[in-house]
């Protein structure tokens, strides 16, 4: 009798043993919420520092990419004065629209306008009225001021897009030139996406990242591709009304540019004239003016679709599209904080029963 009485008092104490030697965090449900929060923090951190560059670089501009709409607007540079004009062209270029209006467009600019080597004398000083008077364009600065203004008539949003060459920046910084070397290209919005031209040589981006700055087109003194350093309406509204202006910005970029930073993407260029892969040479002209003489003639240089494949996929490392979509970063975040607490919970439970069982 006494022995059974004693067994039972034990009995409980024996429990309350086993149950206070087990690792306290198997016994503590809070302490399981608080490990699956620390790793969702985590993960969720994670993904801002992926994310933050392309971020901080798309608002850098103040470019409002969810609203296209507000881009049809011209600026005051490339604002056509005479409606009459504005008229003729709708009547000639209207008839068509998405991809085939803008390889109408221009078909027309390279027809209607004489190009000529401006040695980049005339950025930032002319606007689309004189261009349009005068059907001269003296760079890539006139190509790209003719094709954006023109579009935003033909109702594509357009957004001009200002850019330094990379190895140009790199021999810059390095001391290695005195020269300055840019292009100038257009994002056009053409439903659902917003696109990337090349005004001058007809080139396209179809699958274009607007916030990925790295822009794999090559061309002229340029063999390495172009960075965006200035985006707008138009020039002047980017601040750019004289070439010294334009010098000023390319030099504050070479100086804090950093070459390992850069992440190419592996876009497919395209050509309007062709909408497919090109596999035709194609001549192409960009600005390229000296700081000591305000003056050198223009380059250009015959590229092939292998040529542009090889500078897409060289030397710089490729940035994946997934990791551009802002959206698709978080989906995969909640995914995976989700498995992640499904697992730990799954396991905890599973060595809690365990050791409940060994010690019963």
Not at 36 to 51: E, P, S, Y
Request: aromatic share 10%; with cysteine; charged share 25%.
């Amino acid at each position: 009798m006494n022995f059974l009485i004693k067994s039972q008092l034990l009995e409980p104490r024996a429990k309350m043993t086993c149950e206070k030697n087990q690792p306290r965090f198997l016994n503590n449900k809070k302490t399981h919420l608080r490990v699956i929060k620390c790793i969702a923090l985590t993960l969720i951190i994670f993904g801002l520092v992926i994310n933050s560059r392309s971020c901080v670089y798309a608002n850098k501009w103040n470019i409002d990419y969810d609203s296209p709409v507000k881009y049809l607007e011209p600026g005051e540079q490339s604002k056509i004065a005479s409606q009459k004009t504005v008229d003729m062209i709708k009547s000639r270029l209207g008839k068509s629209s998405g991809l085939e209006g803008l390889k109408e467009l221009y078909l027309w600019k390279q027809q209607e306008f004489n190009a000529y080597q401006g040695g980049g004398k005339l950025i930032g000083k002319t606007t689309i009225d004189l261009l349009l008077d005068k059907r001269q364009l003296s760079g890539c600065s006139d190509d790209a001021l003719v094709f954006s203004a023109v579009a935003r008539y033909l109702d594509y949003p357009v957004v001009m897009v200002d850019t330094a060459g990379l190895e140009w920046a790199e021999n810059f910084k390095l001391g290695l030139t005195t020269s300055y070397v840019g292009h100038v290209f257009v994002e056009v919005f053409v439903a659902p996406n917003w696109i990337l031209v090349n005004p001058t040589s007809g080139e396209f981006i179809m699958e274009y990242d607007p916030t990925n700055p790295v822009i794999p087109i090559t061309s002229g003194d340029e063999k390495s591709g172009y960075y965006a350093i200035l985006k707008g309406k138009d020039m002047w509204d980017y601040d750019v009304k004289e070439p010294d202006m334009l010098k000023k910005k390319l030099r504050e970029f070479a100086i804090s540019f950093e070459p390992n930073e850069v992440e190419m993407p592996s876009y497919k260029i395209e050509r309007l004239t062709s909408m497919s892969t090109s596999t035709t040479s194609i001549e192409i002209t960009t600005f390229s003016f000296s700081s000591e003489f305000d003056n050198t003639m223009n380059s250009s240089i015959k590229t092939s679709s292998n040529d542009q494949k090889t500078k897409t996929e060289g030397v710089l490392s490729t940035k994946s599209d997934f990791m551009n979509q802002f959206s698709l970063g978080y989906l995969f975040i909640l995914g995976m904080v989700a498995i992640i607490g499904v697992v730990i919970g799954a396991a905890l439970r599973k060595k809690k029963l365990k050791i409940l069982k060994t010690h019963s």
